[in-house]
């Protein structure tokens, strides 16, 4: 288990101090995979290196494992580092050593005999699937490899924790998939806590059990992956969502749009289904109880782990009265429904 209890990382001090992490409270239970996303400069590499202390909170606690890392002396800390593995966004290999090599490096500096090495090593490198690439060199690799080296050597020293700092980041789409399914893989024949950061949402949705959302160094949603993607509790969280979706109005619609509603307006919403929903014909309904038309612009329908989320953006055409009776019909049908402004009606 990780728990960051008021955490806090502030570098400089005075007017120009910067407050990259500000008391953050986060429990990460034992054998999940929890991702933290955000935006650049939020704060969310401070805080994966916080946990390793790499980076040294200002202050706060910092348990792993029920082990309070603050307080170790150096050589307890680097004891305790052996239990948590990290692995980086640009691989961080030895471009001197081989495959082997770079793998085997914890145990030597742990001060592990050769034969124990080879008996460690060589079935991670089976795991990872480089089992043919031992003598090879970083050079030699594509980047997909290099990561899959730098997973088994995250995972040589037998780690309770594995932290991941934007590990798919630098790779195509096809093969951050292929990395993922290996990190779902060792969390699920190992056991082991994964913590990853990423800005990617795709990686949230493919393998994390939890998701947590930083902006400006404070923890500001924290939720079940499934809820996060039905239904984010902030407008940050929304944005995130919505830009993953990549569901937004036509720009020639956009240009239209109004904040505030007149007699001479009608609603641009967005509608997002989940659950019985999805499959509910909610929108024909609508149109003959509450008698307004419904112009659909967009829709699309994904799968999130366990759940269906439908997501639509329409304008509904009536009168006031008739758009408010039909807003009020599709929350009361669990549906969420967020004005996005309103246009003029055609008279």
């Known amino acids: 288990m990780i728990e960051l209890s008021n955490v806090s990382k502030t570098y400089g001090s005075g007017d120009s101090a910067v407050h990259a992490l500000q008391n953050v409270n986060l429990t990460i239970p034992k054998g999940t995979i929890h991702g933290v996303i955000g935006l650049s400069g939020a704060g969310k ?16 606690s910092v348990l792993v494992d029920g082990q309070e890392m603050t307080g170790l002396r150096r050589r307890e800390l680097n004891q305790a580092r052996h239990r948590i593995g990290m692995i980086f ?8 050593r081989t495959v082997f090599d770079n793998v085997a490096l914890p145990l030597e500096l742990m001060g ?19 089992a043919d690439k031992a003598k090879q060199y970083p050079a030699q690799l594509s980047g997909g490899q290099k990561q899959r080296v730098a997973i088994a050597r995250a995972l040589a020293s037998k780690p309770n924790v594995l932290l991941c700092d934007e590990a798919t980041s630098a790779l195509d789409p096809q093969t951050t998939s292929s990395i993922l399914e290996l990190l779902r893989d060792i969390n699920h024949q190992l056991g082991i806590t994964i913590l990853l950061i990423t800005h990617e949402m795709e990686v949230v949705k493919s393998i994390c059990h939890r998701v947590s959302l930083i902006s400006d160094g404070k923890l500001v949603e924290d939720a079940e992956v499934g809820d996060f993607f039905t239904a984010p509790a902030t407008q940050l969280g929304r944005d995130f969502l919505n ?3 990549q569901l937004s109005p036509p720009k020639e619609l956009l240009e239209r749009l109004e904040e505030s509603p007149s007699e001479h307006t009608h609603p641009v919403v967005r509608l997002t289904f989940s659950g019985d929903a999805v499959s509910t014909p909610l929108i024909s309904r ?5 008698s307004v038309d419904v112009s659909i612009l967009q829709a699309k329908v994904e799968s999130i782990q366990d759940r269906t989320l439908g997501l639509m953006i329409a304008e509904l055409l009536g009168s006031h009265e008739q758009t408010q009776q039909a807003m009020s019909y599709l929350e009361a049908h669990q549906l969420q429904v967020e004005v996005l402004g309103h246009v003029q009606r055609n008279v």
């Open 112 to 130: 592990e005999k050769r034969s124990a090495i080879k008996n460690r090593v060589l079935p991670l490198l089976e795991m990872v699937g480089l």
């Open 45 to 60: 590499s401070t805080l994966i290196r916080c946990v390793n202390l790499l980076e040294r909170p200002t202050s706060g």
């Open 286 to 290: 609508l149109a003959r109880e509450c």
């Open 89 to 96: 966004q640009h691989f961080n290999l030895l471009t001197t």
């Open 243 to 245: 830009d993953f979706l």
